[in-house]
């Protein structure tokens, strides 16, 4: 049997979910198809339930249904309930389990790949949407000094600084706006905003990045202007390629019970992009 698996959002068609989970497939010798589902703002429950009627396996949730995966499911992890947020949707007898690995993916990618401690650290997250909602809580349980999210509204980032108070422990967590960012320059600067899709970026202070800081922009396939910025003033401008295939390898984990490497599937997909 070749068990059916998929990402879901809108827009889909850029999604490079795919090929990573095919290179993960292929890897580890698993019997998957995986495709990309196109869904309608107002038909995210129906189209799920008709491939799990299909005998769909999982799905991966992008932009804008992680809140109404997040309803959706019938059981919940620790991580998704602390997010308020679902990325990654298993069928089985159980029911629908809703799980988050956005935030073990961006984890991952910087401290493992980009070899970038955050314990300690001083830490400016850009945006207070649903891609702020599955990191806040794994950036706090990385210890860092402190942790501020700056919103163009800034309502709510305070809102986000509420949910997650409680989890931060000895971290300094507070709410800005971005033109009204604190004295502070930072080791680490993540853009959680879409901006980059559209080419533009959040109005950062020119002195916002200590020397050799990371500038680190979920956007991926692209330079950004988020990472242009970072790179004329000292900082290290990265996408989030890497944080896409690290939680696309903890979702597969959650679904087959084995973790792929992900290293080469990484190596092969940047090739691709200095290719095209």
Not at 15 to 20: G, L, N, Q, T, Y
Not at 55 to 81: D, M, Y
Not at 160 to 189: E, I, M
Not at 195 to 205: H, I, K, Y
């Amino acid at each position: 049997m070749t068990d059916a698996y998929a990402v879901i959002g809108n827009p889909v068609a850029h999604s490079k979910s795919p090929e990573i989970h095919a290179a993960f497939a292929r890897h580890t010798s698993q019997a998957i198809v995986y495709k990309r589902i196109f869904c309608e703002p107002d038909a995210f429950v129906e189209t799920v339930r008709a491939f799990q009627a299909e005998g769909g396996k999982g799905l991966n949730i992008t932009v804008p249904f992680k809140h109404e995966a997040f309803e959706f499911a019938t059981k919940k992890s620790a991580r998704a309930e602390q997010a308020g947020a679902v990325n990654t949707l298993v069928f089985n007898h159980e029911g629908v389990l809703g799980d988050n690995t956005d935030g073990a993916g961006l984890i991952r990618d910087i401290t493992v790949n980009l070899r970038c401690a955050l314990r300690g650290k001083n830490l400016l997250l850009l945006g207070a949407g649903g891609a702020s909602f599955g990191v806040v809580g794994p950036l706090l349980a990385e210890a860092p000094c402190a942790l501020v999210i700056a919103n163009r509204t800034l309502s709510k980032a305070e809102s986000l600084v509420q949910r997650f108070s409680k989890h931060a422990a000895g971290c300094k967590l507070c709410a800005s706006t971005c033109a009204a960012l604190p004295p502070k320059r930072f080791d680490v600067v993540i853009n959680a905003t879409s901006a980059g899709l559209s080419g533009d970026m959040p109005a950062l202070p020119e002195n916002v990045f200590i020397p050799g800081a990371l500038a680190y922009d979920m956007v991926y396939g692209k330079v950004t202007p988020f990472m242009q910025f970072a790179r004329r003033h000292g900082a290290q401008g990265v996408d989030g390629l890497g944080m896409l295939v690290e939680q696309a390898a903890e979702s597969f984990f959650i679904w087959r019970g084995m973790r792929p490497e992900t290293a080469p599937v990484i190596a092969a997909l940047r090739e691709a992009q200095r290719g095209s």
